[in-house]
């Protein structure tokens, strides 16, 4: 089974993490901050479902949206937090914002496998 602990991104290190990952694999990336109730709450639905599919399937990246990281959000004009963001080839080809469902995330990780 996949590790359900996800790899921290920051801006140093959000090249190499998750757009050239994103060239092996799929690459979730959830932007939020420690601040945010509803990034509490997607959390350990994220960390659930990661733990539903087998290592390697892709990979669940997490940037807390603070101080430098930001200008990553900014980036990829994030509005709010959390918003997910799903990585193919270095690309952006799916997202979603706040607090969803277990088959939600399930759904929008399947429809982006299936992409990559």
């Known amino acids: 089974m996949n590790n359900t602990t996800p790899t921290e991104?920051?801006?140093e290190s959000f090249e190499v993490l998750v757009i050239d990952q994103s060239y092996k694999q799929l690459v979730i990336l959830d932007i939020s901050a420690e601040?945010?109730?509803p990034c509490k709450i997607l959390e350990p639905i994220l960390n659930s479902?990661?733990?539903?599919?087998?290592?390697g399937e892709f990979v669940l990246t997490k940037l807390e949206a603070e101080d430098e990281n930001m200008k990553i959000a900014?980036?990829?004009s994030v509005r709010g937090f959390p918003t997910v963001i799903a990585f193919i080839r270095g690309?952006?080809?799916d997202r979603f914002h706040s607090a969803q469902t277990h088959d939600f995330v399930r759904n929008f990780i399947d429809q982006n496998l299936e992409n990559f």
């Open 9 to 11: 991104v920051s801006l």
């Open 35 to 37: 601040w945010c109730g």
């Open 49 to 55: 479902v990661t733990a539903e599919y087998n290592e």
């Open 74 to 76: 900014g980036r990829f």
């Open 91 to 93: 690309e952006e080809v």
